[in-house]
């Protein structure tokens, strides 16, 4: 079955670097997004991508966030200056529309540690 | 802003039993309804849907039933397998005309099944 994968599994970086999360959506899906889930905290929606613009962002999805589909294939999260607080596993997703049928796929996630 | 409830953090079945999990939603434009599985370390997996046209969906042990009057939705697992012991979320989206399916998240589940 096809799957979301994302790179990498663990991402551990000092607080104010820039990280970059990867993640390879489901072939032929054409809405991407970003989740995070903070330890102990529910699944938070950052942002959705469609026909490469934002359909929509959360309100934790700030200046500090950008989201890029750089080629046919990659989807990735940049955070440009990392905070303590953006420690969370990152979860990537892709969805089609089939019939009415909207479900997400999920990644296994990306958990990063800032210190 | 909780708009999707789960308001059982825990719950646990003896093996064989029947697991009924529960979800309470404020949003009345919520027009579909998810429930994923979650293992540690790994990302949401998709177990079942149900529009708000219907009021049941089955899918071999699996069965979500809809209340759209008390805004309220339930997972079914029967007969209950330690295999299923898992964090439930149910989630909810707004059908949005095509640019988006976000998804807003329930806090989970953990189901435990005893053997």
């Known amino acids: 079955e096809p799957e979301v994968t994302q790179t990498p599994s663990h991402q551990v970086t000092q607080m104010g670097q820039e990280v970059i999360l990867r993640c390879v959506p489901i072939s032929n899906h054409l809405y991407f997004y970003w989740y995070r889930q903070i330890l102990g905290q529910k699944v938070e929606f950052l942002v959705s991508?469609?026909?490469?613009?934002?359909?929509?962002k959360s309100e934790i999805f700030d200046d500090q966030f950008s989201v890029e589909r750089p080629d046919g294939s990659n989807f990735t999260l940049k955070i440009r200056s990392t905070k303590l607080e953006d420690s969370a596993m990152y979860f990537c997703a892709s969805s089609e529309r089939t019939g009415g049928i909207r479900k997400l796929f999920f990644g296994s996630g990306t958990q990063l540690s800032v210190l | 802003d909780q708009q999707v409830k789960q308001n059982s953090p825990s719950l646990s079945v003896q093996e064989g039993r029947i697991s009924i999990l529960n979800c309470d939603y404020t949003?009345?434009?919520?027009?579909?309804f998810l429930w994923y599985k979650k293992y540690p370390a790994e990302g949401p997996t998709f177990l079942i849907s149900i529009s708000s046209i219907k009021d049941k969906n089955e899918d071999g042990r699996f069965t979500v039933f809809l209340n759209k009057s008390a805004k309220h939705l339930s997972l079914h697992i029967v007969p209950s397998q330690p295999g299923d012991s898992a964090v439930y979320f149910c989630?909810?989206?707004?059908?949005?005309?095509?640019?988006?399916?976000?998804?807003?998240f329930g806090k989970g589940t953990l189901l435990t099944v005893n053997p």
């Open positions: 991508f469609y026909n490469n613009e934002i359909s929509e």
């Open positions: 989630a909810a989206s707004v059908g949005s005309g095509g640019s988006n399916y976000k998804l807003t």
């Open positions: 949003n009345s434009m919520f027009d579909y």
